[in-house]
């Protein structure tokens, strides 16, 4: 996983995105921010940490620990507003919305999430293929 590079993390919701940019090949999201940070991040996070109801729950305790997603795609990146990006992806999945504070944490707990996530996976018997 990528982290983040350049400037210090965003802090909360000051900082805006200015170029968001979908990289197929290498299934991964740019995002580059106004005050210079620079992130890559993989579509495969994107999908399992999508902040969506069907992934997220409605709390900590009923998050959904998604597997089979080694090979997920992003299909569209849509505007919503001048606060978030809706992605929808080549598995259906579609209902979450990013906000730039979602994508801000991601970008500065991606490894930490990234480890949790495949720790989650090994512990319910599932894969990052099935």
């Known amino acids: 996983m990528t982290g983040h590079q350049g400037s210090p993390p965003l802090t909360g919701s000051a900082a805006r995105p200015v170029?968001?940019?979908?990289k197929r090949a290498e299934r991964v999201l740019e995002l580059r921010v106004d005050d210079g940070l620079h992130v890559t991040l993989s579509t495969e996070l994107l999908r399992v940490e999508s902040p969506s109801a069907e992934v997220q729950g409605h709390g900590p305790s009923q998050k959904t620990i998604v597997g089979g997603k080694r090979n997920v795609a992003i299909t569209a990146v849509?505007?919503?507003g001048h606060?978030?990006?809706r992605l929808v992806?080549?598995?259906?999945?579609d209902t979450g919305l990013y906000?730039?504070?979602w994508l801000h944490e991601?970008?500065?707990?991606?490894d930490e999430l990234w480890r949790a996530y495949l720790a989650a996976l090994e512990a319910?018997?599932?894969s990052r293929d099935r």
């Open 89 to 93: 992806f080549d598995d259906g999945h």
């Open 83 to 85: 606060y978030a990006v």
């Open 124 to 126: 319910r018997g599932l």
């Open 106 to 110: 991601l970008a500065t707990r991606q």
């Open 99 to 101: 906000s730039w504070t």
């Open 78 to 80: 849509e505007p919503v």
């Open 19 to 22: 170029e968001i940019r979908l």
